[in-house]
């Protein structure tokens, strides 16, 4: 060997060195609702954002980060994202859980970041680069009624969406889900220990199918609907649900039941060819395995925050496209920015991409969580800027301290604890 040979063994040993992991720190913020974010930092002065926001949960994960996590990266090489992604959820011999992946997603999603900036690349492009031009997005419309929830279906094509999930109040209960009074930001975590809902299926059941009819009545059959069940049926319910909405064409019908016996939607497959969406608290591809390999869902809701980073996800979205199952990425505003651009990086490459969820974060949250992404005509567009191009304003955040929030319960008539 040359001696000029040996110098390329000491660029290498010096890309490594800036490469090293010099300080991982955990922010809470709350400017409008509160986020955990992760902020990673190498020697050569790259660094990386992570989202870790849990809605209600936020000091769990907070405090996993820092006591458990954190102390682990400092030293590494930030370009192993699989062996530190492996080191994270094996090394740490419990497994999965809410908390452990969102910690690991913020993790992942930061190195990637990083990757994407020493690589002077977007995300997408080091996934295997563009499989469409524009993200397809739904937007939330909802209303205290029938009549209003169509006007706000109207006014969020007039915004320019092509696809609109509606909610509407029921009759006899005071407040129904995914109905707010804000009808722009909503956020459901409204107070520091949970507020308590009432709620009633069979109003609900005889309800929904009115709201679907009124809308294709008047909007015709252009837009695409979507609806939220939010896990409060029966299998045999939903199925029941999703067999009256069959005229009504809807995109799809989400979270019909609670999906922790993944065997149960095989009941309402029986029922209905509405198609099924199930997966926002989902972590791990384990709770997702069953749905997907015997087909009994359509749409795969997991998202980069609550489901193990970039990393897990692309491996989720690798076994629904086996099944023609796909992609439809939970995007509500308790998930920050950082969770949103990341997620669009994937919608671009991703090859089974189905559709986006997004609701607007406010101004004070994007003041804080500077992006490229940007909403036009029913779409959204990733930017090209370096890794996933979202940036966090520390100083500004710090003006914005923790406030306490929980997510409301759901009780029935007779006080009995429901899903909420
Ligand atoms: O934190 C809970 C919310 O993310 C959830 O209620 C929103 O169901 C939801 C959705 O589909 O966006
Ligand atoms: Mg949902």
């Known amino acids: 060997m040359t001696d000029d040979a040996l110098a390329v063994g000491e660029i290498t040993e010096g890309i490594e060195k800036e490469r090293?992991?010099?300080?991982?720190?955990?922010?809470?913020?709350?400017?409008?609702?509160?986020?955990?974010?992760?902020?990673?930092?190498?020697?050569?002065?790259?660094?990386?954002?992570g989202d870790a926001t849990l809605n209600g949960r936020e000091l769990a994960v907070a405090t996993y980060l820092?006591?458990?996590?954190?102390?682990?990266?400092?030293?590494?090489?930030?370009?192993?994202?699989?062996?530190?992604?492996?080191?994270?959820?094996?090394?740490?011999?419990?497994?999965?859980?809410?908390?452990?992946?969102?910690?690991?997603?913020?993790?992942?999603?930061?190195?990637?970041?990083?990757?994407?900036?020493?690589?002077?690349?977007?995300?997408?492009?080091?996934?295997?680069?563009?499989?469409?031009?524009?993200?397809?997005?739904?937007?939330?419309?909802?209303?205290?009624?029938?009549?209003?929830?169509?006007?706000?279906?109207?006014?969020?094509?007039?915004?320019?969406y092509k696809a609109i999930r509606a909610q509407t109040g029921v009759p006899g209960l005071e407040s129904a889900y995914g109905v707010s009074g804000d009808k722009m930001f909503y956020e459901p975590a409204d107070a520091a220990l949970p507020s308590e809902q009432r709620w009633?299926?069979?109003?609900?059941?005889?309800?929904?199918?009115?709201?679907?009819?009124?809308?294709r009545e008047r909007i015709g059959f252009g837009p695409a609907l979507l609806h939220d069940g939010h896990h409060r049926m029966t299998p045999l319910e939903a199925g029941r649900l999703g067999k009256a909405l069959?005229?009504?064409?809807?995109?799809?019908?989400?979270?019909?039941?609670?999906?922790?016996?993944?065997?149960?939607?095989?009941?309402?497959?029986?029922?209905?060819?509405?198609p099924?969406?199930?997966?926002?608290?989902?972590?791990?591809?384990?709770?997702?395995?069953?749905?997907?390999?015997?087909?009994?869902?359509?749409?795969?809701?997991?998202?980069?925050?609550?489901?193990g980073g970039i990393t897990h996800l692309r491996r989720i979205a690798d076994l629904a496209g086996l099944y023609q199952v796909r992609t439809g990425c939970h995007g509500a505003t308790d998930l920050s920015p950082v969770c949103m651009g990341?997620?669009?990086?994937?919608?671009?490459?991703?090859?089974?991409?189905?559709?986006?969820?997004?609701?607007?974060?406010?101004?004070?949250t994007d003041d804080v969580f500077p992006h490229d992404y940007a909403f036009e005509d029913g779409y959204l567009y990733c930017g090209e800027s370096p890794g996933h191009g979202v940036t966090f304003d520390e100083k500004l955040?710090?003006?914005?301290?923790?406030?306490?929030?929980?997510?409301?319960?759901?009780?029935?008539?007779d006080g009995t604890v429901w899903n909420w």
């Open 200 to 215: 009633d299926t069979r109003a609900y059941l005889n309800h929904i199918p009115r709201l679907f009819a009124a809308l």
């Open 276 to 307: 099924l969406a199930v997966g926002e608290i989902f972590n791990s591809i384990h709770d997702c395995r069953e749905l997907i390999q015997n087909q009994l869902i359509d749409y795969i809701r997991a998202t980069v925050v609550h489901a």
């Open 66 to 160: 820092e006591e458990h996590v954190c102390p682990n990266l400092v030293g590494r090489d930030a370009a192993n994202i699989e062996d530190i992604w492996q080191f994270l959820y094996r090394g740490a011999y419990w497994r999965r859980g809410a908390v452990t992946m969102s910690a690991i997603a913020a993790v992942d999603t930061a190195l990637w970041d990083i990757k994407g900036k020493m690589a002077g690349m977007p995300l997408y492009q080091l996934l295997g680069g563009r499989s469409r031009d524009r993200v397809l997005v739904y937007g939330h419309a909802n209303g205290r009624d029938i009549e209003h929830t169509v006007d706000e279906v109207e006014r969020y094509i007039g915004l320019g």
């Open 20 to 49: 090293i992991i010099t300080a991982a720190r955990v922010v809470v913020c709350s400017p409008g609702r509160n986020f955990v974010t992760l902020v990673v930092e190498t020697r050569g002065g790259v660094v990386g954002i």
């Open 397 to 413: 955040a710090a003006r914005y301290p923790y406030e306490p929030r929980q997510l409301p319960i759901a009780r029935l008539e």
């Open 342 to 364: 990341a997620a669009l990086h994937f919608d671009t490459w991703v090859p089974n991409f189905g559709i986006q969820e997004y609701m607007r974060h406010t101004e004070a």
């Open 246 to 274: 069959e005229p009504f064409d809807l995109f799809w019908l989400e979270d019909a039941t609670p999906a922790e016996n993944q065997e149960s939607f095989r009941l309402i497959r029986e029922h209905t060819t509405t």
